[in-house]
């Protein structure tokens, strides 16, 4: 099947016309073609992952470069270019073993001096994913990776197993994103930036041979997704919610379990501040009315999840009440039952006074403030109007604001936003709950000790107890009857259309973010 271009105006096209057209869609029983959300295009800087690809929030595997580790479907830690790895008494050295029988697909060897450069090359770049407890990277051997660590971080074995692994020898900064050369299951062999990348598997391949040797990935909005599902030019089309109320002919819908969870920020300092970020802009920062713990314990116990899954989501979810839902991590305490009582309990405690117009103030502070929401995705546009509801019920007002995400981000230390969030990594409560990187700006000297302690752990497994205890230890935390920083609301099911007769195998959770994570054993998929 030759290469070609498939736009997603031309689907739509297709579907307002109505027409009777030949299927498109991959016809062999090797191929696959997949819609993916136009936002997972890729970076400018292309499929580098010294420049960022594969890791970060929106982590996948990088399909064209192998790496270090992997996460099993349970979410644990397994191998892949390594055959194991040690981490010295003090967390501050971790040696790996790598396999001997690894090639690039130019048909050179991969060694440790490969796994050095990407990693102090990554170091050096401003990339989503945070390298920055690690000070240097050296290969000892051909064999042999030795890691030397700023500070303890035991989490570190999840960015390594995202993290994909360029060649020293072929690499230039310039030219790579567009022409990877790796070692993983796919080489890229066309790239139209914004509308479609065409793969086919590595021959040198050293895993398990491919079921599926070409894969056809085309990038569009959810409207374009869904006419190209109905003109079946695609195997495989993701999609929302709303859209599944009108099914496809000839296709079924396969959800797929998520920690893609969605939520609320509540900024829990008062407004007149500023956050530094990381890069060192400085943002407005801060909220009168959710710096009150009392309206942000409110907001956790007002909001019906059950309710926005089965009505917003159309049951395409699970009701979330962490950004680590059913992953080894998480903390059982942060759970509640939806109680507009106590929510209204909790704001008179405190002193809040229902208005006449059924709004409560407190010290002439109205209990009242606004929520961003990325009004092109339909999910997000429907909670923020769920949410909106169901906390007036309370009286609690809440003035939803459509926008793009350009938009909303700078505000995010300001005002709440409808988010989405959730990583196979336990670096998520970091994010979320540490002092100084999180958008709700909160900071709970004890939630950071246990979290210090998590990153010291002598290994990955002993981390999790204490990252469950940096959520609650049975006296604080950031539950919703702690602090409460974020109102956690629901996981979405990542929802695709699939063509009748292939089978989509995959067992694993997906992260945040539609996109290349459904790519990421499509190796293994097959047709009937």
């Not at 498109?24 to 420049?51: C, H, R, Y």
């Not at 962490?322 to 309990?345: Q, Y």
């Not at 752990?457 to 009857?481: E, I, N, R």
Request: glycine content about 8%; charged content about 20%; hydrophobic content about 40%.
């Amino acid at each position: 099947m030759k290469p070609r271009k498939v736009l997603g105006a031309f689907f739509l096209l297709l579907a307002s016309l109505a027409f009777a057209a030949a299927p498109l869609a991959a016809a062999d029983k090797t191929e696959v073609i997949i819609s993916m959300d136009s936002e997972s295009s890729s970076p400018t800087i292309g499929f580098d992952p010294i420049l960022g690809w594969g890791s970060g929030e929106h982590t996948h595997d990088p399909l064209f470069q192998s790496t270090l580790l992997v996460t099993n479907d349970d979410i644990t830690i397994g191998y892949d270019l390594a055959t194991g790895y040690e981490i010295s008494d003090d967390g501050l050295t971790w040696t790996f073993k790598i396999r001997d029988d690894v090639k690039f697909t130019d048909g050179q060897k991969l060694t440790a001096k490969d796994v050095a450069f990407t990693f102090n090359g990554a170091m050096k770049q401003a990339i989503e994913a945070d390298l920055s407890m690690l000070d240097r990277v050296e290969a000892t051997d051909d064999v042999t990776a030795v890691f030397h660590f700023k500070r303890p971080y035991s989490a570190f074995a999840y960015v390594a197993a995202v993290f994909g692994i360029v060649p020293e020898h072929a690499y230039n900064a310039n030219t790579y994103g567009s022409n990877p050369i790796g070692s993983g299951r796919f080489v890229l062999k066309q790239w139209d930036k914004g509308e479609q990348v065409i793969m086919e598997a590595n021959p040198g391949y050293y895993g398990r041979k491919p079921k599926i040797t070409k894969v056809t990935v085309v990038f569009m909005g959810e409207d374009a997704s869904y006419a190209a599902a109905k003109a079946g030019t695609v195997d495989v089309a993701y999609t929302e919610a709303p859209y599944t109320v009108n099914p496809v002919d000839g296709y079924k819908i396969v959800p797929f379990a998520s920690v893609d969870i969605r939520g609320i920020n509540l900024p829990v300092i008062p407004s007149g501040n500023v956050h530094k970020t990381p890069g060192g802009e400085e943002l407005p920062a801060g909220n009168d009315v959710t710096a009150n713990k009392a309206i942000r314990q409110a907001v956790a116990y007002a909001i019906d999840r059950d309710a926005i899954v089965k009505n917003v989501l159309n049951g395409y979810g699970k009701v979330a009440f962490s950004d680590c839902l059913g992953e080894p991590w998480d903390n059982p305490a942060m759970i509640i039952k939806t109680d507009k009582a106590k929510a209204v309990k909790i704001l008179e405690d405190d002193g809040w006074k229902k208005g006449s117009d059924g709004i409560y103030a407190k010290d002439g502070l109205r209990a009242e403030f606004d929520l961003l929401y990325m009004s092109s995705n339909s999910a997000r546009t429907g909670i923020a109007m769920a949410v909106t509801e169901m906390l007036k019920e309370i009286g609690i007002k809440v003035n939803p604001v459509g926008s793009s995400w350009d938009q909303i981000e700078p505000q995010t230390y300001k005002t709440s936003h409808v988010f989405g969030a959730g990583m196979h990594s336990p670096s998520g409560i970091i994010s979320h709950y540490y002092t100084g990187v999180n958008s709700a700006d909160y900071s709970n000297p004890t939630v950071d000790g246990y979290v210090n302690q998590a990153l010291a752990a002598k290994s990955v497994p002993a981390s999790y107890p204490l990252f469950q205890k940096a959520q609650w230890d049975g006296k604080t935390g950031v539950t919703p009857d702690g602090d409460a920083p974020w109102a956690w609301i629901a996981a979405v099911d990542h929802i695709y259309f699939v063509k009748n007769g292939l089978n989509v195998i995959d067992k694993k959770i997906h992260p945040h973010g539609y996109g290349w994570t459904i790519t990421n054993n499509v190796d293994q998929w097959y047709w009937d």
